[in-house]
């Protein structure tokens, strides 16, 4: 009998992989923000059209690419950022895959413009599904600018499920704010269909925070603090009185990157406990630094879900840590809630 096992095409391989990596507009933001804050960028602007469904692109001051790497940049398993699998113990940037540009180039109409440092043109790059159809040099400021359209041009079924535009935009927001929590000190403006959504200036956390969930936030906000051998705990939390009927504003960060976890949720919870009308949510904004070999973010493409060694411990720290700030701000049983 024949052999019939064949390596797919690259093109192929690439829409295939992007179905785990691009669900919704809201994946392409959050992939090419995180590439901007990896470049070193301090400020990053986001623009969008239609949510996303007809327009993405995200300029960024950061290093830029050389015209070899702007080309090796839409490859499969092409990365910058890890060599070997050894630095997967000891990651510092948000990607390290080198999946999110071949993949969003598989499934859409991408431009990329780049220009490093001191150098007087930079490259265009223009590719739809997988294929370079324009090649180029261009003037352009130093940092790269990458413009998505027509997501999902080829594959339809994917196209057909996204929701409705608010749906999809409430998605990019919520990508947008989790980055830009977890960098304050980055400058972030956001633009839908033309109108600015946010403008975000270089800050520390609490202003950035105030920024974004407006001026009234900054009196619910308690800080939260612990150094321990497992962790370094810190971040705010919001006085119970204010907790929210709707799930609330909840974020944690661990090594800065946004993750979601049931269990440490739980945890935060539980020393909220007693203090907060029942079928309410505290919120919180919980910053984990913990040694990144102890961890295992590479549970999922896009890396929202974390793995810890040590999860019982950071329970119990997180629990205290919580409780002792509730305590020290002096929040007491709050007895009427209608006030
Ligand atoms: P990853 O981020 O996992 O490395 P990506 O596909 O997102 O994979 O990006 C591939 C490579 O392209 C990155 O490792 C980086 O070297 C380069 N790159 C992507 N976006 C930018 C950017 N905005 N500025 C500079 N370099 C970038
Ligand atoms: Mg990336």
């Given amino acids: 009998m024949a052999d019939i096992i064949q390596l797919l095409p690259d093109h192929v391989a690439n829409q295939i992989a992007a179905g785990e990596v691009v669900q919704r507009p809201a994946s392409v933001v959050k992939e090419l923000i995180e590439n901007a804050v990896d470049a070193g960028s301090t400020s990053i602007k986001l623009i969008i059209k239609d949510a996303g469904k007809t327009l993405i692109q995200v300029v960024d001051n950061g290093k830029g690419m050389s015209v070899t790497d702007a080309r090796m940049s839409f490859e499969r398993h092409a990365t910058s950022k890890i060599k070997a699998a050894e630095d997967l113990f000891q990651l510092h940037t948000k990607g390290f895959r080198g999946e999110a540009l071949a993949s969003i180039a598989a499934i859409a109409h991408v431009e990329m413009n780049t220009c490093q440092e001191g150098d007087e043109v930079g ?8 294929k370079i159809v324009d090649q180029g040099v261009t003037v352009t400021p130093k940092g790269t600018s990458l413009l998505v359209k027509n997501l999902f041009f080829n594959i339809p079924a994917r196209r057909n499920f996204l929701k409705s535009d608010t749906v999809e935009l409430r998605h990019i927001i919520d990508e947008f704010q989790r980055v830009a929590l977890a960098h304050p000190t980055i400058q972030f403006d956001f633009y839908n269909n033309g109108s600015e959504l946010f403008n975000l200036p ?4 609490r202003q950035r925070i105030v920024h974004i969930f407006g001026g009234k936030t900054n009196e619910k906000l308690v ?5 321990t051998e497992v962790v370094n705990l810190s971040g705010f939390i919001c006085k119970p009185e204010f907790a929210k009927k709707t799930r609330g504003e909840q974020f944690f960060f661990v090594n800065n990157r946004f993750v979601k976890n049931s269990y440490l949720h739980h945890a935060v919870c539980s020393a909220f406990e007693g203090l907060m009308k029942e079928q309410t949510h505290p919120s919180y904004f919980l910053f984990l630094e913990v ?3 102890g961890i295992d973010i590479n549970i999922h493409p896009t890396k929202t879900e974390v793995k810890f060694d040590d999860e019982h ?4 720290i997180l629990r205290a840590s919580v409780k002792h700030s509730l305590g020290q701000f002096n929040v007491a049983p709050v007895l009427d809630f209608e006030r």
Wanted: charged share 25%.
């Fill in 202 to 205: 270089a800050s520390n956390l």
């Fill in 123 to 130: 490259t265009q790059l223009k590719i739809e599904g997988s």
């Fill in 291 to 293: 040694d990144p070999s």
């Fill in 223 to 227: 800080p939260v603090e612990e150094d």
């Fill in 313 to 316: 411990a950071l329970y119990a």
